[in-house]
T-cell receptor
Framework: DTEVTQTPKHLVMGMTNKKSLKCEQH?????MYWYKQKAKKPPELMFV???????INESVPSRFSPECPNSSLLNLHLHALQPEDSALYLC?????????????FGQGTRLTVV | GENVEQHPSTLSVQEGDSAVIKCTYS??????FPWYKQELGKGPQLIID?????GEKKDQRIAVTLNKTAKHFSLHITETQPEDSAVYFC?????????FGAGTQVVVTP
């Protein structure tokens, strides 16, 4: 099983809303990632969690707030987003952060900010 | 920082022909090089990868080569089929940071 499950698949939110994206994996992976992908562009790293601790924040604005409640779950809390934040948000996981471990992606959440 | 260049940006091939996508990277600390296939509306799917202590790896119709000295790696797809049509991304990874190439749109025409 190499499945990373993301919910919801689609989300439309206003600029004053608060919403959360969820990601789940049951592969026993201890590294989890959030990526942002704009149309016709590669994924851009946002956050990396390693053993439930935030280890990389790629200078992401504070309106994006990650959370790792346990080793299987990863959330991304959204607040006061801008229309330019509309994108596909991808979650990924890997066995750990050590070099050379495969990362598996979820299907993404298509976010539209209106 | 790390930079990965990927070429070509688009590739149109006849069914049955081969497709080759090339990437170069700049960070000598990178030692894991995965390739992802992304279909419209879906997340990237890992199709093959190679580690720095290996020069070549093959899985059925897909092969990857790595030249660590030149910092080049390539994806080869043989006997292409219409279902191979997608965007392909190369990546170079170091300590959990995956730096992706810009992507190659592959179109396989029957």
């Amino acid at each position: 099983d190499t499945e990373v499950t993301q919910t919801p698949k689609h989300l439309v939110m206003g600029m004053t809303n608060k919403k959360s994206l969820k990601c789940e994996q049951h592969m026993g992976h201890r590294a989890m990632y959030w990526y942002k992908q704009k149309a016709k562009k590669p994924p851009e790293l946002m956050f990396v969690y390693s053993y439930e601790k935030l280890s990389i924040n790629e200078s992401v604005p504070s309106r994006f707030s990650p959370e790792c409640p346990n080793s299987s779950l990863l959330n991304l809390h959204l607040h006061a987003l801008q229309p330019e934040d509309s994108a596909l948000y991808l979650c990924a996981s890997s066995r750990d952060r050590d070099t050379g471990t495969e990362a598996f992606f979820g299907q993404g959440t298509r976010l539209t900010v209106v | 920082g790390e930079n990965v260049e990927q070429h070509p940006s688009t590739l149109s091939v006849q069914e049955g022909d081969s497709a080759v996508i090339k990437c170069t990277y700049s960070d000598s600390a990178s030692n894991y090089f995965p390739w992802y296939k992304q279909e419209l509306g879906k997340g990237p799917q890992l199709i093959i990868d190679i580690r720095s202590n290996v020069g070549e790896k093959k899985d059925q119709r897909i092969a990857v080569t790595l030249n660590k000295t030149a910092k080049h790696f390539s994806l080869h797809i043989t006997e292409t089929q219409p279902e191979d049509s997608a965007v392909y991304f190369c990546a170079a990874a170091s300590w959990g940071k995956f730096q992706f190439g810009a992507g190659t749109q592959v179109v396989v025409t029957p």
